[in-house]
């Protein structure tokens, strides 16, 4: 025979199981629209894997720093990557700035001249786009999406006035590359917070 003190501890945890699995799941896990924080590592895979990001491989090498994988949330990432798009620019622009003074045509010194431009233009818009990434990441996506074409009309000049100079074009191609990765986490941005008209 079960002494009753058994039997009754017995019953409770059946009547409790029991009462507990007739609830709906919501009594027991409310539903709230704040999303989890994402892992770090994971934050970056999924940039990395965006449609907007040219090169993958890029992306996932420059992100792998110990401070971009303590990045805790997509504003935080997209402010680290802006800074980053803006000094590759400056590092850009220094040897751009350096080519100018060696002589050469004047074809080739307009073309020099109008890169400039677009790196000073490219600097100064990562620069803006960070302080936007909280209160406006449309605005955000906008202003890394129009940096683009102003390098794009870099490198038209180079070829036009046949500039050959592997480092600026690989700095170009680099350039284009962190413009990608900035396009894909504004956009990513604008749809966890949607703009409210």
């Not at 350096?98 to 600097?123: D, M, W």
């Not at 894909?184 to 949607?194: D, G, Q, R, V, Y």
């Amino acid at each position: 025979m079960v002494p009753p003190n058994q039997l009754c501890l017995v019953l409770v945890i059946f009547l409790s199981i029991f009462s507990l699995s007739s609830l709906p799941t919501s009594a027991i896990i409310p539903k709230a629209n704040v999303s989890l924080p994402i892992p770090s590592s994971q934050l970056v895979e999924n940039l990395c894997n965006g449609k907007a990001v040219e090169n993958r491989r890029f992306c996932l090498k420059v992100l792998s720093t110990p401070k971009i994988i303590a990045a805790m949330d997509t504003t935080q990432l997209g402010t680290l990557i802006m800074k980053l798009g803006a000094t590759n620019a400056k590092a850009t622009l220094n040897v751009y700035n350096e080519r100018i003074k060696k002589p050469g045509s004047p074809q080739a010194l307009k073309a020099l001249n109008c890169c400039v431009e677009a790196y000073k233009y490219a600097i100064l818009s990562f620069e803006m786009v960070s302080s936007e990434l909280v209160e406006d990441p449309q605005t955000a996506n906008y202003d890394v999406a129009i940096i683009g074409p102003e390098i794009a009309n870099c490198e038209k000049e180079l070829i036009n006035a046949k500039v050959q100079a592997p480092r600026l074009l690989a700095g170009n191609r680099f350039m284009k590359y962190y413009i990608s990765m900035g396009y894909e986490i504004t956009s990513t941005l604008e749809l966890e917070n949607p703009k409210e008209y």
